[in-house]
């Protein structure tokens, strides 16, 4: 599958950002799909997560409460809705997508098989 994240941008801190990644080339409804981010110097790491379906979404500590995770079967979409933004949020922002029905939702950058090219996210204080 191919992935197409978009979306980043320059923003205020408070603000809010919606990235999208949109897929191509098998069936999305079979995998489930997956926010991770990345800073200079650090590791990629998980951002938010989401079942096939769309029923089971799952978040970093640091993502609860501020950022939504949703998908448009129909669209070939998956959303990053981030809200109450801040300067720790700066980062490139990837898309990811695996097959995944049951047990721990996969949230290790290994795990993955398909990835978007990111999309840079830059929240000013």
């Known amino acids: 599958v191919q992935l197409q994240a978009s979306g980043g941008g320059l923003v205020q801190a408070g603000g809010s950002l919606r990235l999208s990644c949109a897929a191509s080339?098998?069936?999305?409804?079979?995998?489930?799909m997956t926010w991770f981010r990345q800073t200079p110097g650090k590791e990629r790491e998980f951002v938010a997560g989401?079942?096939?379906?769309?029923?089971?979404?799952y978040y970093a500590d640091s993502a609860k409460g501020r950022f939504t995770i949703s998908r448009d079967n129909a669209k070939n979409t998956v959303y990053l809705q981030m809200d109450s933004l801040k300067p720790e949020d700066t980062a490139v922002y990837y898309c990811?997508?695996?097959?995944?029905?049951?047990?721990?939702?996969?949230?290790?950058?290994?795990?993955?098989?398909?990835w978007g090219q990111g999309t840079q996210v830059t929240v000013s204080s």
């Open positions: 990811a997508a695996r097959r995944w029905n049951s047990g721990p939702y996969p949230s290790r950058t290994n795990e993955y098989d398909f």
């Open positions: 989401i079942s096939w379906s769309g029923g089971r979404t």
């Open positions: 080339g098998r069936i999305f409804s079979d995998y489930a």
